[in-house]
C-alpha cells in the first residue's frame, strides 16, 4: 500500500507539472486508488500517465486527461453530477471524492457488463478510503443509453461526457441547470477538442479548448454509428 501512495503522489506531481491547478482534483487523484480501476496485471501501471485498455474495448484515460476535464468542470461541494460513460468508475470516484458526502453522482453506461465492474471497483474504493474516515458521495451507476443523459436524476449542477461525442446532445442540455457546466470531448475518436458549455438564463455558451485528445466513441442515439 506504501509503494502505491507513492505512485499516487508522483502520478499527481506529474500531472501538476503538465499544468493542473485545481488543487481539489489534485487532491483527489492523490487520494483515490486508481490501482483499483484498472486490470490486476496492469496495477504496476496504474499510476503512469498513460491510458489503459478494461474490459469491452473501453479505457480508462490518461491521468492528465482526467485532471483536464475535471478541472474544466469546476466541481463543487455538494452538487448533483452526471458522468455518461462509466468506463471502470474511475472518474465517478473522483468526482464523488471532490463534491463529497453531500453531492451525487449519476454515472451512465451503455454496456451493462461495464456498469457491474464500476459498481465493484467504486465499492472497492470506497471500503479503502472509509479505513482513512473518507466518504464518497453517493454513486448511482446506471445501464442506459448515456447519448440521452439521465431525465430521472435531474437537473444536474455539472455533465461530463467521457466519449467522444459528435456534438453535445440537445437533450443534455435541457437537463442542466441554469448555471450548470457541461465538458465534452467533441470531434471523432482519434482526434477531439475539449468543449466548455455553460447554461446563463436559458442560452447556452460554448468555449473551445485544447484539441488533439483520443477517446473511444459515444454509442447510443446521439453517439457514433461506426468506429
Same mark, same amino acid.
Given at each position: 500500500?506504501?509503494?502505491?501512495?507513492?505512485?499516487?503522489?508522483?502520478?499527481?506531481?506529474?500531472?501538476?507539472?503538465?499544468?493542473?491547478?485545481?488543487?481539489?482534483? @489534485?487532491?483527489?487523484?492523490?487520494?483515490?486508488?486508481? #490501482?483499483?480501476?484498472?486490470?490486476?496485471?496492469?496495477?504496476?501501471?496504474?499510476?503512469? =500517465?498513460?491510458?489503459?485498455?478494461?474490459?469491452? $474495448?473501453?479505457?480508462?484515460?490518461?491521468?492528465?486527461?482526467? *485532471? #483536464?476535464?475535471?478541472?474544466?468542470?469546476?466541481?463543487?461541494?455538494?452538487?448533483?453530477? @452526471?458522468?455518461?460513460?462509466?468506463?471502470?468508475?474511475?472518474?465517478?470516484?473522483?468526482?464523488?471524492?471532490?463534491?463529497?458526502?453531500? *453531492?451525487?453522482?449519476?454515472?451512465? $453506461? @451503455?454496456?451493462?457488463?461495464?456498469?457491474?465492474?464500476?459498481?465493484?471497483?467504486?465499492?472497492?474504493?470506497?471500503?479503502? +478510503?472509509?479505513?482513512?474516515?473518507?466518504?464518497?458521495?453517493?454513486? $448511482?451507476?446506471?445501464?442506459?443509453?448515456?447519448? +440521452?443523459?439521465?431525465?430521472? =436524476?435531474?437537473?444536474?449542477?455539472?455533465?461530463?461526457?467521457?466519449?467522444?461525442?459528435?456534438?453535445?446532445?440537445?437533450?443534455?442540455?435541457?437537463? +442542466?441547470?441554469?448555471?450548470?457546466?457541461?465538458?465534452?470531448?467533441?470531434?471523432?475518436?482519434?482526434?477531439?477538442?475539449?468543449?466548455?458549455?455553460?447554461?446563463?438564463?436559458?442560452?447556452? #455558451?460554448?468555449?473551445? *479548448?485544447? $484539441? =488533439?485528445?483520443?477517446?473511444?466513441?459515444?454509442?447510443?442515439? #446521439?453517439?457514433?454509428?461506426?468506429?
Amino acid at each position: 500500500m506504501e509503494d502505491f501512495e507513492k505512485k499516487r503522489q508522483f502520478m499527481t506531481d506529474t500531472v501538476r507539472a503538465y499544468g493542473i491547478r485545481d488543487e481539489s482534483v @489534485l487532491e483527489a487523484m492523490r487520494i483515490v486508488p486508481r #490501482h483499483l480501476f484498472v486490470r490486476p496485471e496492469m496495477q504496476d501501471l496504474s499510476y503512469e =500517465n498513460i491510458a489503459l485498455p478494461v474490459d469491452f $474495448e473501453q479505457t480508462i484515460s490518461q491521468p492528465y486527461t482526467v *485532471g #483536464h476535464m475535471l478541472e474544466m468542470l469546476e466541481l463543487k461541494k455538494g452538487q448533483n453530477v @452526471l458522468e455518461i460513460g462509466s468506463g471502470s468508475g474511475y472518474n465517478a470516484a473522483l468526482i464523488a471524492y471532490i463534491i463529497g458526502k453531500a *453531492g451525487k453522482v449519476t454515472s451512465v $453506461e @451503455l454496456i451493462y457488463e461495464l456498469t457491474q465492474i464500476a459498481i465493484k471497483n467504486i465499492a472497492a474504493a470506497r471500503s479503502e +478510503l472509509k479505513k482513512q474516515k473518507i466518504e464518497l458521495a453517493k454513486t $448511482e451507476i446506471v445501464c442506459d443509453d448515456g447519448s +440521452l443523459g439521465y431525465p430521472k =436524476n435531474k437537473p444536474y449542477d455539472r455533465v461530463i461526457i467521457t466519449a467522444a461525442t459528435p456534438t453535445v446532445p440537445d437533450n443534455i442540455f435541457k437537463q +442542466l441547470k441554469d448555471g450548470g457546466i457541461v465538458i465534452a470531448p467533441v470531434g471523432t475518436p482519434s482526434s477531439c477538442r475539449m468543449v466548455k458549455a455553460v447554461k446563463i438564463k436559458g442560452k447556452i #455558451h460554448r468555449t473551445a *479548448g485544447k $484539441e =488533439n485528445f483520443g477517446f473511444v466513441p459515444l454509442r447510443g442515439e #446521439h453517439g457514433y454509428r461506426k468506429y
